[in-house]
C-alpha cells in the first residue's frame, strides 16, 4: 500500500558529506513522524532522527551539530543531510514513516524502507 524508497547512500571519506533521501508512495492520505535510523553490522538498529509533520525535529546524541533532518510534505519526502562523517557513522540507513493509510477507511500504519548503505572510509 505504502512504498518508502531511500537514495543517496554510498562511500565517502571521513570528513565527507552525504544527503539521503526518502520518498514515499502509493495510498497516502497523510504522513505523520517520518525517521532516519542506522544499523551498523552486529549491532541494533537506532534511531538517527524524526521530524514531525509540523517540523518538529529530535536527533540521537550522536548526529546533533551534524546532520539535519527536513521534509517536503507535497513531495512526501523526507531527508537528511550528513555532515563530518566519521567512520562509526558507516552503516545501513533506514527511513520509516508513521503513514495514515487510505484503504476502505483511514488507518494508521507504520513503514520501512528498503535500506542504502552509508560507508565513511579513506
Known amino acids: 500500500q505504502v512504498q518508502l524508497v531511500e537514495s543517496g547512500g554510498g562511500l565517502v571519506q571521513p570528513g565527507g558529506s552525504l544527503r539521503l533521501s526518502c520518498a514515499a508512495s502509493?495510498?497516502?492520505?497523510?504522513?505523520?513522524?517520518m525517521g532516519w535510523y542506522r544499523q551498523a553490522p552486529g549491532k541494533q538498529r537506532e534511531l538517527v532522527a524524526a521530524?514531525?509533520?509540523?517540523?518538529?525535529?529530535n536527533y540521537a546524541d550522536s548526529g546533533k551539530g551534524r546532520f539535519t533532518i527536513s521534509r517536503d510534505n507535497a513531495k512526501n519526502t523526507v531527508y537528511l543531510q550528513m555532515n563530518s562523517l566519521t567512520p562509526e557513522d558507516t552503516a545501513v540507513y533506514y527511513c520509516?514513516?508513521?503513514?495514515?493509510?487510505?484503504?476502505?477507511?483511514?488507518?494508521?500504519?507504520?513503514?520501512w524502507g528498503q535500506g542504502t548503505q552509508v560507508t565513511v572510509s579513506s
Open positions: 520509516n514513516a508513521d503513514v495514515m493509510v487510505v484503504t476502505n477507511r483511514i488507518v494508521q500504519s507504520n513503514y
Open positions: 502509493g495510498s497516502i492520505f497523510r504522513i505523520n513522524d
Open positions: 521530524i514531525t509533520s509540523g517540523g518538529s525535529r
